[in-house]
């Protein structure tokens, strides 16, 4: 055979999740873990070729718990370096909000608290917008919560086209008070719980990804590490 031996793949998992988990460059990966080039080649082709987000569904295939869903979305700071990325900010998922430049991270969750759906936008993108592409994900559930951003007689008709029932309260500006399970809607904890779980990873908490697909894999194994392992 010509060229170098193909360099284990668990050493090379493992050397990318501990970048993901400590935050440090790629090219400060311990030299236990092999050539950091070879990892961060290893992390950047499977991304492309959207093997972490296959790896995820096979592991949780017919695991998810989707009685009640709960969905909401986060900000994450992009760092100076995050940015440069082909097509520009927009395009790579970076835009301007209340906290600089940032990425917002749209999720839903199962019974359970484990994330079913990870989408990704820029940090001015409303939560709102994301909701039918986060639902898309599930084909039944029978209560969807969110917070007042999810706030629409839209989205609460999409709800219940899909045969669940809305647990959204509604803003103080509407003329009319939305009526809600409140002892349910106490569960949405969960979703935000997920958000802590995965900001474990400074990675995740921090943006230094140029590509909006490397930080949604980013996602994607954080979510494999602390949920499916």
């Known amino acids: 055979t010509v060229g170098a031996p193909r360099v284990d793949d668990r050493r090379v998992i493992s050397g990318i999740i501990h970048v993901l988990k400590s ?14 080039t070879t ?10 070729r959207k093997h972490w987000h296959r790896i995820l569904q096979a592991l949780a295939a017919g695991q998810w718990i989707t009685t009640s869903v709960a969905m909401d979305g986060s900000y994450v700071k992009a760092h100076r370096c995050a940015h440069g990325g082909k097509g520009g900010p927009k395009a790579q998922a970076i835009g301007i909000s209340r906290g600089g430049q940032t990425t917002k991270v749209h999720a839903l969750t199962d019974t359970l608290g484990r994330p079913v759906a990870l989408h990704v936008t820029a940090g001015n993108v409303s939560d709102i917008t994301m909701a039918e592409t986060l639902l898309a994900e599930v084909d039944d559930c029978r209560y969807v919560l969110a ?9 609460r008709a999409k709800i219940r086209e899909k045969g669940a029932k809305p647990v959204i309260p509604g803003r103080k500006s509407r003329k009319k008070p939305i009526r809600f399970d409140k002892i349910r809607y106490k569960f949405r904890w969960m979703v935000e719980a997920v958000f802590c779980r995965l900001k474990d990873f400074r990675r995740v908490a921090t943006r230094y990804d140029k590509l909006a697909r490397n930080f949604l894999s980013t996602l994607a194994i954080a979510t494999i590490v602390a949920y499916w392992t």
């Not at 990892?39 to 492309?48: E, L, M, V």
């Not at 917070?147 to 989205?155: A, P, V």
Request: hydrophobic letters at 15%.
């Open 147 to 155: 917070d007042k951003g999810y706030d629409s007689d839209k989205l």
């Open 23 to 36: 935050g440090c460059r790629w090219k400060d990966c311990p030299p236990e873990y092999g050539p950091p």
């Open 39 to 48: 990892i961060y080649n290893r992390f950047n082709r499977w991304s492309g």
